[in-house]
Structure formats: structure tokens, C-alpha cells
């Protein structure tokens, strides 16, 4: 990450904290990468551009730790609690102290978490305005670059019943309005992508809801966005974030496969990618490895949000990535297809409402780096060692021959292979080896990282 | 259900089980009908054409209730418990019996439940024609016609890794034959559908599974299929039947919207429906409701698989649905669509292992009837009354305005909504009333079945 | 409720709400009472007296409607958005104004809901007291009645990790002296009861947790206020209210029986019952029909939160109870146990933040009485006709005579039984029926409420 | 494990199974141990004597791999698929060779696995008699030691209503027979405990189901056990096992602290401990951990069941072991209570349907052992890196001094406390630092392994 001519900011928001720097496995401080070396080369590459790592602004510099049952408890030394303009623009610079004490490469953020919401939609422009400068400004002193924006259509009251899906056509014009500012602030500042979270896209009981409408007002509330990002010559790549329910009880893009159904079903399946959350994934009764490899079954796969959830708890706890078996699926779905472009890595991920300390927001995002690093390499040496893609190219192998290629080019009718099935001898399956490839990871994980 | 001049082979295997009446809600007796009056007229139509009920081979004739962890429990007076032919033909008129005894008017099949797989398939497939024989005969003596047929192509061993998704293509050779003949089985009988159910087309471990690949090979099936049935001219529905997983980890077909999203994908959206079932739609971890709002806003319901599963267990329990708040939802969305057409309402229901006695499925049966006529009368209450539909309408009113139409034909731009929205005034929320319409519900269920 | 002398302060901020009546089932207005007549009497006694509902002061006046997601929505005029003491008075006049005009007769509270907290322990203590004063005051005036209390020991930061389990003995302290207050303000307003939720009494993660240590501590804390109570002279029953998790991720109190196990092995068990919520219950996996069976056979059931989640949706929901199947499974063990006691329903419930309305607040409020009634009503007339009660009394027959009353007694031995069993003949089991039970709830659901 | 003079019956049923040996981390060939070196130290132990390994015979011997939708696959050739004697003879000769060929020292069974159920109990007894005498000498000769033995009190259709908890008393009788036999047997082979698994010792439904008194027939079942195995002089240790369901609703034995719940409420608490499932313990919705820390804090931890669950799978999947995370947590678990007396780790785990040959029978195993060898290790690491449990110890030091103390041994009163409180500054909370804990099992995980 190369630093401009321009200043950081540097108030000092994080004392104590120095420049992280790579250390190496040995080292026992806590305020070092162990794992995550940014130029070391994996598959021939730097780590840094497998990994892309981004920082979110709504979970870094917003997020006090309220739960649903208790006050705030961060410690944000740069906040004085007020949404004034100043302590906005100070939010800036200690996130861009932040990231670059971390070397973070990448950030997120969501409209109304940098600037404030005021009475009228031009105060609030106006001073989103100014806090974009400052952004701008933090980018070009850290070198940190934006992996997306998006706009935040579920917090205000206003979108109480959806935004897009509101029931009532003004709420839609008003969302429209933020995407279109929150879209061009995105590309003023080099945005790689735009994100839709439909939190509030769904509905809390069927009872007052016409669900065959609201998709409907989705889905033209997309091809705006689409044809806005066109008509302004945005050429980051858009994208949906799939998740179940929480805040609704069913929100409309549920997962991988309901989201594409509905890009299919409104053609806007060539428009729009995916950005998947590890906790979505989980909520909505996958894996997340299912949801990667069906994405990338479809080409949709665009960004990750790189979390994980707390098995057992039925809401999105969004904790740091620190499983090495999650971290290890991850890479080598995203390795398999052939890395990101203009997708990252965003950790959507807050402390424990326990871990208030500014220290502590920077231990967890190297716990999930060094994680990441960690899962790189293992996916990486699973490519190298081979085992893994043998078994499964073997598997498949009677489908090389004349019948099964003719099959699946639709050659071949019922009839003909029921008379074929007549002379076939019983079929002796072979075994799944699944255990035997469980340990062949553990086998290559524990080498992988000695 | 007319009787023809065929005579029932009434072996007396449900001894003690008289022809089962409509004996009106007052009654005690166990063996009799207290809400389903079959040719009662709900909404100007009689209730079997509302319900049209069906009883399924496996579960009433083959259903040992063997489970995990125990031996069957079933007494069947009726099994010789060997797989003689003669055995097969005598299960049919065991079942023409208890059709004919309950007055359930519809059936559906597995292939080789019907009749046993023999070591070649020429065997199987004579055995299969001589009790499809007897089949038909039994549907003209009791006047049961078939909602569907179906192939069981995951019980043999050599489905274990799947039918049309198996990575060996001799299996998928086999499945195809299955499906002719089953196919063509369910035309003779007159069947008014087909089903697919891909139980182990799906993964255990995506260790070992080319998933992009048996996706292709599963739409291929579908195509061949598809053709097959236009070739020989049967004009029954096809189906899918989603499930999340069981026995798979991971089912392709694994809810509405996955199953909805592959249609789509491979050009099938035109051909096939689906069929859906509660405890599939639990286990994916929606509610019964939402699939059948999804698939009916998509044009693609097609039947019912009507059973329930038990809140907190994580497998198919499969039995028999007695809850009236779920049987209410399901008949509201099933006469908002406009009633069945092909489709109806399939018992793929089981009595618990403990509830063994031939009396026991007559009452497992009666206990689903009785409930689901009160559902159907309780939603056609709800329609009469007509506070929840007119709740809803009013609530998207503000969309049949100019502005409303217009963006819905798109024909508007983010940068007009953007500038209508500077001048919106502050937009005050409705409430969405979700206690009020809950209360309503049970308003008229009360009402309704008094 | 008999009103008493002292004037109810009617602000009229229920404005359009009318004192709620019962009209019977065939009213739909709003606001009024179909199924609940208070004084209308079931099995000899009126239904207040079987019901026993309170509102809660948490909900009812203070919940904004915020959820992670999205900011307050809930109209309240009564309250200046201050944490005054005048608008901690207001809200008394409030919640007086609401318990009037619904009819409710109960009411509970926890301490810093009432009354905010100050700077210090005495300033909070001090304007505690008069808030409380003005409750008596509103209890005079309204003939409401108070059915428990509780100190909140999880909102406030310094209970981030527990309040009795907190690693921190100062903080237990706090909790230690929030308790005593508490439990002595409820025995002025004549509480009937004294809850512990113990929200953090459990752990976020175990590689920080001393588990065995925490359930000391908890266990101390619970010692101390039975002690305190008995020298107080207080005679309320004291309640421990299980929750699996949320926020914690393990919460010792987790569901009746951790909670019994806890009692148990620090000699607990004759001080504390239980107060039972429903999707306490079904978050940790059982349903509250177990839930509270479990307790009434340890004779541990105390009062109940009457609520209840939404299927597939794993955090606490708070809806109100409109599921009238649950209703009738609540009322059935609540008459099985002889009635409540000191407890009674307590509506732990909040409307949906789209429910934003004082009207809602009253409508939903409602739709549970009805709900309760209704259940009410069925349950007894299962009682009444008897078959349910006769089915398990015969099904268990075989233990009434000789060797099944010495076995329970503890006369024999394994080796005398083997004897026995080898001289038994095959034993025949006989039908659980299943089914059958549940067509006979349907059956009676239907006849009580015409 | 030392060889006697007995000969192996080497049948070479798993022909092409060499011995097993350790051969390091690098080693790529399937049937080799990797981790698992049986002599190697660990805190100066080896590693058989922490690890205690088991095969169980149902599951090796005995599971044919059918589920709910599919017949049995795996293959058997020690297996004639008779019941003859012979046959369960032969059997055990196969599990003989097992044993040996993977040094895995101890083993479990079910009375009805290793022989057939006859029509009379003699002659079942008489069959089994001879059965146990061929499994003296398989120990004998492969020095395989018995971990536990059991009755199998739940397949048999006469347990369909519950074994001890059957509403007949004959059924009761019968289960008494079957475990004063199967004592017996375990006692004969020098079996170190005696499991209870009650899969049917619950409910299908409450509708039919006295809970009250099926938990007291079950409590007099086990003090009969426990009389008996005094009186017999069986010193092995008496285990209950939990599990939360499946087949049944709802299993009395649900988790941990039902269980404890159950055995204070009964007088067991000094007679019974658990033998804990891991994946038993993720189907009541906990982690294997609590479950383990739980039952640790309780003194009652006693033995383990090897396996794992399928994350978002709701029923038992019993997987073998494979998770480095999961291994690790329970050998710490293990670590921290001292190591196992009578218990140790049973591979109650069977592979997947799908590895259906008796190389995947034992790669499977050899999966499970390496894995538990790596958690060994990592665990072992985890305690002398030390920073665990001091950053835990000095958590709570606060509860070390004079106040702390008092409070812990009830010298103090809340009043007391009150006032302390009142004279208390601000408590600044400390951070709990789940994210650095996380970091660092990760550092030391990857330094042990390498």
C-alpha cells in the first residue's frame, strides 16, 4: 500500500498501537501478523492480492457494541457522541489511522455510517458531501482503496415495511435518492463495487404482504441501479448480499440460489454478482463452502464478507474469522476460481461486545488475517499436493466416453438408454472415500503450516 | 368416487373398519369423518375437488415403521413379508380396500414399491406390468384415480451417490430406464402427474463432488424426460419435490426457490412444477407458507405432499397434519391460486412406529381429512370476510398512482426519483398491524368452524 | 379490578381507546374482547382468577422498537425522549391509563425501567423511590396488581460479562445492592413474586470462563437474596427464568432442567420456582408444552412469560401469544397443575417495530387475551371430556397391580425380574395412538369454541 | 497392547489391510498413522494411555450403512447375513483382526449385536453365553480390553413405547433381564463400565405420555442396576449417556445437565456418570464443549463417544472425528480433568453410506486417531504455553481477596453488600479478549503441529 504525498491523520486515536508488521509464527505479541506476510508469493502471487483484505466502516468506527439487551460499551476515543460534522470528518481520520497501522488495503462503508442523516435530504447530501472529501483525502495519505459502497436502507424508520419493497411508493423514491448518491459517491472514490443488503427486503409476516409485488419492486429498484451505473459510467461491479432473515423474517435474496433465481427471473442475472457473508450462509442452513461453489457454478461469485457465526446461536454474531477449517474452504473455493477481481475479502465481523478497547478492534482484525493467511496457504498446498482434484476428476471419468458425451449434449433419448440399461451388467459402485479425504486436509493442513 | 362395474377384492384386511362416513363434528367415534363432507360445497364447489386427497403407496402399504434405531412395528395382515409377486398383487388389493373403505380418491406410486426389482431388469420390469394390471383394475372397481407416479431411484445401492447425478453414467442409464417405464406406467393408469424427488441427487461431501457438473447432468435427466413424456403423449404435470437434504448433506433441489433458480437455468421453467411438501419446507427452514407464496407467484405450484414435521426435530417426521393453523394456510393459498388442477393433496404422511395397527392408519388418514376440511373452511371464511385481502390492497395503494405505475413499467430514472425525493415531506409510516391480522385470523377460525 | 378511591391520572395518551369490553365472538371491532370474560366463569372459578394476565412495564412503556437493525419506531407520548424524573412519572400515569382501559390486572417491572439510572447509587436510589411511590399510588387508583419484580442486571456495561458470574467482585456487589432494592421496592407494592433473568449469567466464550467458579457465584448470589427475603419478611416466591442463550452464548439458566440441576446441587430447590417463557422454550429446543411439564412434575412451575417466537427464527421474538394451539397446550398443564398461585401470565411480548401505534399496543394486548381465553376454554373442555386423561390413566394400567407397585417401591431385584421375564410370554404391545390424540384435541378445539 | 498366547483368528477379512504402524507426518499412504504414535510421550504419558481408543461392535461389525432411504451397502465378507450362530462367531473373529491389524486397544458392544435375539430369552441367553466366550478369547488373544458394554433396549419392537419407561410392566421386566445379562457378560470380559443409552426412555408425543411417572420407573431401573452390579461385584463404572432426541421426541437422558438433573432428583449423583456424544451434544443445541465442562464441573464426566456431527444437519450423523478443532477441545477438556480413569474415546462413528469397504472401515478409524493424536498435542501445548490459563486465573483475582472469599462462603448479607456498593467507584470494566484467545489457540495450534 503506498502512502501519497497527502498526510495521514494521524491523532494518535489508537495509542499504543504501532505499525503491525509480520513476525512470523514464533512471535508471541499480541500486536503482530504471524501468518500474513502481504508480498510473500503463494501460487506466484503476493498474499495482498489473494487476499484483498477490507475494513468496514460501520463495524471499525460505528459500531459501540450495543446488543439487544445491553448499552453501548465501546471505547471510540475519536467519537464524542454527538453527529456533528466534526466528529464525522475525526471519524475519518482515526479510521484512517487505523488502517494504516494495519495495512488493511481495503475499505467499506455504508452512507449514513460516515455522515450523518439531517432533516432534509440536501443538509444530508451536502454534509455526506464534504464527509467524502475527506475520504477522498484519507485514501490518497494511506493508500487504502474502496472495495464498495453502499447505501443503508434499513435503519431509518422510514423503511420500517422494506425500502425498494415498501408499500409505500415514497419510501421507494427516497431510497432511490440514496442509491443514486451513495452510488456516484462510491465511484468518486474508486469504488471497486456496489452493495445491496435487502435487510428489510422481505417481510415480517405474510399476513400484510404481497409478496408477488414486492419482488417486483425489487427487482425494478435493481434495473435502476443498473441503468444508473451505466448512464454515470460506474464500471464497478454490483452486487447482492444474500441472507436469510434478521432483522425480517424472510428477506427476498435468502440465499445463493434464491438470489439468483430472482436475478434470473428479472434478467438481471448478467448485471449482478454476489457478495456472500460466511453467517448468512450458516443462518440460511448451508455451509459456506455450498454457497461459495454454487455461486461460482453460476459465475457469480463477486466479494465475500469474511465472518463467521457462533454454531448453536440463531442470529448473525458476525465474529472475526478465526476458524482455520472455514478459512481453509474459503481460499481454495476462491483459488478454484482463479482469485478475486474486483472482490476482497471485507471483514463484516465486530468484537464481542466484551472487547471494547480500541486494541482490541485491531487484535481481531489481525486474528482474522493471520486466519486468512493461514487458510491460504492450506488451500493453496491442497492445489499443489493434487490428491484432492485427482479424486474427484477420476470420479467422474465414465462420463469421458462416447455415451456419456453424447448424453449430456442431448443426443440421446429415453428409449435408447432404457434399451442400453437392458445389457448393462450391474453396476459395482465405487467407494466416496470421504473419510479418507477428510484426513488427506488434516494431513495437508498440518504440513502446510509447519 | 363412483364405483365401477370392477368388483373391490375386499380380502377384509382393515377388518373391524367400516366404509368410513361424514358424521358431523359431534361425533365421538373414532372411525368417522367429522369435517370432511366430501360433496359439501365450500366457495360453490364440493370439498373433493377443493382437497383431492390422496393416499401414497409407500407409506399406507410398504411402511414397516422401522426407523434408526428399531425393527418395523407395522402389522400388515396383508404382507407375507416375502417379495413373491403374488404378495405385490394381494398389497394392491389391500390398498383398493382402504381406498375404498376411506373414500380417498386419489393414489400416487413409487415403481418399486409397487412391485420388487428383480435381478434383471426384463424381470422387474414383467412383474412391474403384471401389478400395474392389477393396479388398474383396482382403480375401476374403486373409482381412485392417480394424482402421480413416481421412480425410486435412491433406495437401490447403486443410486448411493446419486441417479442422474451419479458420477458413474451406467447409473444414470438405469435411472433413465426407471423413469421410461415409470413414466409410461403412470400414462397407462391415467395419472394426472409425474414427480421427481432427488433424494441423493445432491452431495454428502463436496470433498468428492463436482457440483457444476451434476447439476448439468440432473437438468439433462429433466430434458430427456420432458421429451419423453411429449413423445409418447402423456400430458400429466411434472413435478419436483424440493428437500434441503436427508438422506444428501445437500439437495440441489433443495427448496422453492433453489429448485425454481435451476428450472430457470437450464430452460426447464416452462416444463415442470412443483410439488411441495411441509416437513421439506420446515427442514429448509421456511415455513410451509412462504413456498407455497413463492411457487405460486412464480406460476409453479403444482401439488401438495401433505403432511407436517415435529418443531425442534431435524429430520422428516413426516406425519400426518393435523395442525389447523397449517392446514388454514395452505388451503388459503391453495384457493388464492384458483384450487388445483392437476395437483392435490398427498398424504406422503406416516403413523408414528408406535401406532401400528391397520386401524391406525384409517385414523391417521381420517385425522388429516378432518383437519384440512377445516382449514379449507376456515380459508374460505377468511376470503369471505375479506379484511385481510382488503388490508393488503389498501396498504399499496399509494403504488396504483401515476408515479407508480410509471416506475413499475420502468419508466423512470435514480436521478428523477432522486429529485422527487428532495421534495417529498417527511413520510410517516403506517402501521403494519401484524397483532391486528393475527387476531383477525382467529377471529374467523373460531367463526368459521362453530 | 375494583378501582379504588385514588384518582387514575388519565392523560389521556391512550387517546381513542376506549375502557375494552367483552362483546363476544362475533364483534369485530378492534378493540374489544371476543373470547375473554373476566368474570365469566371456567371449572367453577372466573377466568381472571385462571388467567391471572399482566403486562409488563418493559415492554409496554419503555420498548422503542429498535432491533439491530434499525432505530426506534414506537410512538409514545408520554414520554419526552428525557430520562427525567418527570417523564419517569409520566410514564407511570401511562402505563395506569393502559392497564385501565384494557382490564389487565397485573403488572411487572424491572427496576431501571421505572426509574433511570443516576450518576450515583444514591441518586438512583432516590428517585427510584419516589417513582415507586407513584406506582403504589397507580396501583390504588387502578386496582392493579403487582406479579413480580426484578432488578435489571444485564443492561448496564459493568454487567458486560454477568452480574453475580462477573469475574469482577465489585460488580457484584452492584448487583448485590440492585437486588436488595429491588426486592424491597416489590414487597411495597405487594409484589406476588421476585424474578431472576439471568441475560449474562453465562459466558460468551469458555476460553475465558471459569464455568465452575460462575455457577458458585450465581449460586451465592441466589442464597443471599433467599436469606434476604426471609428477613424482610417478604413472602413472594422467588423465580428463576431460563434462557438458553441471547445475548450470552451459554446461559447457565439455560432451560428447566440445567436451571432444576442448578437449584439441586446448591440446595436451591425449596426457595426457587420457575417462570416459564415460551420462546425461552423453543430457543433451546423444546417446546414450552415439555417446558413447563418438566417443571409441574418437579412442582417447580411458578408463573409463566406468556409470548411466543417465530418458527425458523433463532433470537427471542416477543410475539404475543396468538397461537391458539399453544394456548390450549399452556392452559391444559396450567388447570393439570391446579391453578396458578402467586404466578400468572405475563405478556413478555412486544408488538413488531412495524406495530408502532399506543392503538397496537392495545390490539395486541388483546389478541393475546382472547388468544389465553380461548385456550383457556378448550383446555378445560378436554378436561372435561376426559378421553385424553383416560387414554394415559389405562395406558399405564399394568403398573397398578402387585409387581408394578413393588418394583416402584424398590422390593425387587434385577435377578427376580430376570426370573419373571423368563417366564413371560411374548408381550404385545399395544398402539400409542398417536393420531388419534391428536384428532381428539382437534375435535374438542372446535366443539369449545362455538 | 501386548499379544497373549492366543491366536488371532486371522479370517483375513480385510485382506489388504497390512498392521498399521506410525509413519510420521509425511507419510501420503492411506493405511498409516500419521499422528498417532501409541508409545510417544505426552505430558509424560503416552499416548495410548491418554487416548484410550475403542471400536465399537455395532458400528464396525454390524452397521450395514442403509438409512431412512436406502438399503444396507457396505460390504461384509465376514458377514453371511444369517443369524446363526456361526455367523455372530465369525463375527467376532473379523472384529478380532480388526482390532489387531489398527492396535486399537479397547472396544464396546450391544448384548444383541454380538448375538441374535431367539424366541425365548434361554435360548437368546444361551447363544450369547457362547458368544462372550469367543470374545474372551479375541481379547485374549489381541490384549483388546472391554471399555463398556450394554443392553440394546430399544430395537426390538417391544421397546417401541420405552424399555424402563414402558407403560408395561412386562416390558420392564424384559429390560431388567437384559441388562442383569448384559452386566454380566461386561463383568465376564472385564468391561472397566456399563452404559445406559435410553433412545426410547422418553416421548413421541405428550398427548399419551405420563412424565411424571416414566422418569420414576426409569430412576428405579437404574437403582436396581446399580444394587445389582454391587451385588454381583461389578466395580466397572455405571454411565448414562445423553442424547436430546432421536427416535424419540424428546429422551429424559437430553444433555448434561438434564441428565444431572435426573440423577440428583433420584439419589444417583455418586453412582452414574456420562458418557458424553459429540454429536449428541450438538443436537441439543450445545457445543461438545460445554457438554464436557459441564460435566467436568460436576464430577461426573466419565467417558466419551468419538464421533461428530454434520453442521446443519438435524439428526445423528456420526461422523468419525476429523475436526483438528474439535479434537483439540476435547483433549483439553480431558487434560484439564486429569485424564481418563474407566473411560476413553469410542469411536461411535460409521462411515458414510457411501465408503462402503472394509478399507474405509479402518482408513475411517485411522482418520479419527490421527485427529485426536493432533488435538492431543495441540492441547498438551495449549497447557504449557501457560497464557490460556493465566489470562483465566487473572480474570478473576478480584474474587481472591477478603471480600471475595467472605462472600463465597455466605459470610455476608445482601444489606451488607448494599452499603459496600454505595461506597464503590465506578467499575471500569476489563476486557474479555475473545478475540486474542482465539488468536492465540491459533498460534499454538500451527507451532505444535509443525
Not at 503476493?46 to 477490507?54: I, K, S, T, V
Not at 435487502?198 to 425494478?220: K, S, V
Not at 442470529?315 to 478459512?327: E, K, N, Y
Amino acid at each position: 500500500m503506498a502512502a501519497s504525498c497527502d498526510t495521514v491523520r494521524m491523532a494518535d486515536f489508537f495509542a499504543g498501537v504501532p505499525s503491525i508488521a509480520f513476525k512470523g509464527p514464533d512471535c508471541n505479541e499480541p500486536l503482530a501478523l504471524r501468518q500474513y506476510d502481504a508480498s510473500a508469493l503463494v501460487e506466484g502471487r503476493p498474499m495482498r492480492d489473494h487476499l484483498r483484505f477490507a475494513s468496514c466502516y460501520w463495524h471499525t468506527m460505528r459500531n459501540g457494541l450495543s446488543d439487544p439487551f445491553g448499552a453501548p460499551t465501546a471505547q471510540m476515543p475519536w467519537d464524542d457522541g454527538t453527529d456533528s460534522l466534526d466528529n464525522a470528518l475525526r471519524r475519518v481520520d482515526a479510521f484512517g489511522e487505523f488502517l494504516s497501522k494495519t495495512g488493511i488495503g481495503f475499505w467499506c462503508f455504508h452512507d449514513r455510517d460516515v455522515a450523518p442523516e439531517r432533516d432534509s435530504l440536501v443538509a444530508t447530501e451536502r454534509d455526506l458531501h464534504t464527509v467524502i472529501e475527506r475520504l477522498e483525502s484519507m485514501q490518497r495519505s494511506t493508500g487504502a482503496r474502496l472495495l464498495w459502497g453502499t447505501a443503508c436502507l434499513f435503519s431509518h424508520p422510514r423503511y420500517m415495511h422494506g425500502a425498494a419493497t415498501s408499500p409505500d411508493v415514497r419510501v421507494f423514491l427516497h431510497a432511490a435518492a440514496q442509491v443514486r448518491v451513495a452510488m456516484e459517491a462510491t465511484m468518486r472514490l474508486g469504488g471497486e463495487g456496489y452493495v445491496f443488503w435487502g435487510g428489510r427486503e422481505g417481510y415480517t409476516t405474510l399476513l400484510n404482504t404481497d409478496l408477488r409485488r414486492e419482488r417486483e419492486q425489487l427487482a425494478t429498484f435493481l434495473h435502476l441501479a443498473v441503468v444508473h451505473a451505466r448512464s454515470i459510467g460506474f464500471t464497478g461491479q454490483l452486487y447482492i448480499e444474500p441472507k436469510p432473515h434478521e432483522p425480517s423474517t424472510h428477506q427476498y435474496d435468502s440465499d445463493v440460489e434464491a438470489t439468483l433465481n430472482f436475478l434470473r427471473e428479472f434478467g438481471l442475472i448478467n448485471h449482478v454478482k454476489l457478495n456472500i457473508e460466511t453467517n448468512h450462509a450458516t443462518l440460511a442452513g448451508h455451509s459456506m463452502e455450498h454457497e461459495l461453489r454454487a455461486a461460482i457454478a453460476a459465475g457469480a461469485l463477486g466479494s465475500i464478507d469474511a465472518n463467521m457465526g457462533t454454531p448453536g446461536l440463531g442470529w448473525d454474531t458476525d465474529r472475526f474469522p478465526t476458524d482455520l477449517a472455514l478459512t481453509t474452504q474459503v481460499m481454495l473455493a476462491v483459488l478454484d476460481m482463479g482469485g478475486f477481481t474486483t472482490g476482497g475479502l471485507n471483514f463484516d465481523a465486530k468484537r464481542r461486545r466484551e472487547s471494547f478497547t480500541p486494541e482490541d478492534l485491531v487484535i481481531a482484525h489481525l486474528a482474522g488475517m493471520d486466519a486468512f493467511a493461514a487458510g491460504l496457504k492450506v488451500a493453496a498446498a491442497i492445489r499443489k499436493d493434487g490428491r484432492l482434484a485427482a479424486f474427484v476428476r477420476d470420479r467422474y471419468s465414465s462420463w469421458q466416453g462416447d455415451l456419456g458425451r453424447r448424453i449430456l449434449s442431448r443426443g440421446a433419448n429415453l428409449a435408447e438408454l432404457h434399451r442400453l440399461a437392458h445389457d448393462l451388467e450391474a453396476v459395482e459402485p465405487v467407494s466416496g472415500r470421504q473419510e479418507m479425504l477428510e484426513d488427506i486436509v488434516n494431513q495437508i493442513t498440518i504440513r502446510a503450516l509447519r
